[in-house]
């Protein structure tokens, strides 16, 4: 075949990315080819991926792949003489509703260039087939796997890059005639993710509607007070925590029925339950729609970059809502409270798996923490220390600590492995559940148990503290196929105070992720961005980078 000139590839791509300038998009859907006409665009079409250098970015990025599809498989033109493409188009401008920007993608030009298609040639037919095809790929990828790497948006996300089968993309639309099909089924399937996307569409409904009225700042609102604010409060709950929008008796008063709605509210945002409209209830009360849609889009966001599969069974630890999840069979089996690291020292986001439980384990004191917040303590009073618990170990010799010479030991000369014996007084408690990672992070039992009744709980070191650890270690142990440990023997085992490791037969798959958005019976829930990871996304939404 002889093939034209670059200069000629040159100005026709020209004229007809021109034509997305010069011609409204209009309400065609497909373009109508004879079997001949579809021959010679197909021919085209091998020809400009074979041989043309100066292709179009989006489709000079994914030569090889539409290579191998159109040239090597033979495939079928997808987007000419098929209603799929006007459905792509619609998807593309409607991705608002997958939690992504549309913006971001060219249905507009996809439009135009769908409009000139009957006026234009085979040549040019060839390029707006490779442009829907290019268009697909950027869709289905963002979809499924998300559009950042994970670490590159924040470096506390530690989970493995994931990438689409291209060819397979394509092959699986040249199989059905609905391109919602394909889309559907490279979306998250998991059963979180699909309920994020229906409040979505909730959301933007209620957005349409013009979303949800502020309630006037001023002085804590209490049960039982009469406040001219209280019509405005009630309203705002009336959108979307079931208050009525009217009520029965004095329109000022804040009744029992009011109260209801409150802490309905204040536990859908992880707020002191207590029917008190404080400052913190106020600000979240008046956090526009737009706002919540937007961290709705951000779990979504997250979601794809989940793995596909997460287990059978399987423990999943949100950071900002500060919950574990046991799931078995799609089923929720457990759940509690959990604490997670301090904002300067973050519990990573990573999967693994748990792989063995420690009873009364040793706390190995992190070679840092024992130089900055264990050594002062040693050097003042080593006789508490060792009260607490405590030991030095260097090598396989070990040491009370009340007979170190601590005042020669300094930060940056720390000789010694401090390490605290099993005990009450251990800072991981009875219990913990390892999943050896180089982040030296893991799920175990504490001693601090006051602070399970707070709100936020971020306090820990980096590890996740559970507020129910041993009703967990017979969970943990019967999903890992460990026979013969009832919860008395379990607390027998406790009592003893005798270090107990008990391998798991089947590792238990873990997640740590990160959602400040995630859907419940009673509604979708939200959280604060306590370690500005949303704020992270945004800025890179935004086309900006956070080195923070």
Not at 517 to 527: L, T
Not at 533 to 539: C, I, Q, R, S
Request: proline share 7%; with cysteine; net charge negative.
């Amino acid at each position: 075949m002889r093939r034209p000139c670059p200069d000629l590839i040159r100005k026709l791509v020209v004229a007809l990315l021109a034509l997305l300038f010069v011609m409204p998009a209009v309400a065609q859907d497909r373009v109508d080819l004879s079997p001949r006409d579809l021959a010679v665009v197909r021919i085209n079409i091998i020809d400009l991926l074979a041989n043309e250098p100066r292709l179009p970015l989006p489709i000079k990025q994914r030569r090889d792949v539409l290579r191998t599809y159109y040239e090597e498989q033979s495939g079928e033109l997808l987007w000419l003489n098929s209603a799929r493409a006007g459905v792509m188009v619609s998807r593309l401008a409607n991705a608002t509703d997958d939690g992504l920007n549309p913006d971001d993608y060219p249905g507009q030009q996809l439009a135009s260039l769908l409009a000139a298609a009957g006026e234009t040639d085979k040549r040019s037919l060839a390029i707006i087939e490779l442009y829907f095809s290019a268009a697909f790929l950027e869709y289905a990828s963002d979809l499924k796997v998300g559009r950042f790497l994970p670490n590159k948006i924040d470096p506390n996300f530690f989970l493995a890059p994931r990438t689409i089968d291209e060819a397979a993309a394509l092959a699986g639309v040249a199989k059905v005639a609905d391109v919602e099909t394909v889309l559907h089924a490279w979306e998250p399937q998991s059963a979180e993710y699909q309920a994020l996307r229906k409040a979505l569409d909730d959301y933007h409904a209620l957005a349409v509607l013009g979303g949800w009225g502020t309630v006037p700042l001023g002085d804590t609102l209490k049960p039982g007070m009469t406040d001219p604010r209280i019509p405005a409060l009630r309203a705002r709950l009336a959108v979307t925590d079931g208050a009525a929008a009217t009520a029965p008796g004095e329109p000022e008063f804040y009744d029992d029925v009011l109260v209801e709605a409150v802490k309905h509210f204040q536990a859908r945002h992880g707020l002191d339950v207590d029917g008190v409209v404080g400052p913190a209830s106020l600000v979240a009360m008046n956090v526009p729609i737009e706002d919540r849609i937007e961290s709705i889009d951000f779990a979504m966001e997250r979601w794809r970059w989940m793995p596909d599969d997460l287990g059978r069974q399987y423990i999943i630890v949100n950071i900002a809502g500060f919950e574990l999840r046991r799931i078995a069979d799609g089923e929720i089996k457990e759940k509690m409270a959990v604490v997670v690291g301090k904002p300067y020292s973050r519990t990573p986001v990573f999967s693994d798996a748990i792989r063995y439980l420690e009873f009364n384990p040793y706390w190995n004191v992190p070679a840092g923490l024992a130089a900055k917040e264990e050594l002062p303590k040693l050097q003042s009073n080593p006789a508490a220390v060792a009260a607490a618990g405590f030991e030095a170990l260097r090598g396989k010799d070990v040491y009370d600590v009340r007979q170190v010479d601590w005042a020669q030991v300094t930060p940056s000369r720390f000789p010694f492995q401090l390490r605290q014996k099993p005990g009450t007084n251990n800072a991981l408690g009875r219990v913990k559940f390892m999943f050896p990672n180089s982040h030296d992070v893991y799920l175990h039992d504490t001693p601090s148990r006051s602070l399970f009744g707070r709100a936020e709980r971020a306090f820990s070191h980096g590890c996740i503290r559970l507020s129910r650890p041993l009703e967990l270690a017979d969970q943990v142990l019967a999903a890992g196929g460990v026979d013969g440990w009832s919860n008395q023997r379990i607390d027998s085992v406790v009592a003893s105070l005798k270090n107990t490791v008990v391998n798991l037969k089947t590792p238990l798959p873990v997640h740590i992720t990160y959602l400040t958005a995630w859907v419940e019976a009673d509604g979708v829930h939200f959280s604060s961005d306590i370690y500005g990871h949303d704020e992270k996304l945004l800025a890179a939404l935004d086309g900006k980078s956070l080195a923070w």
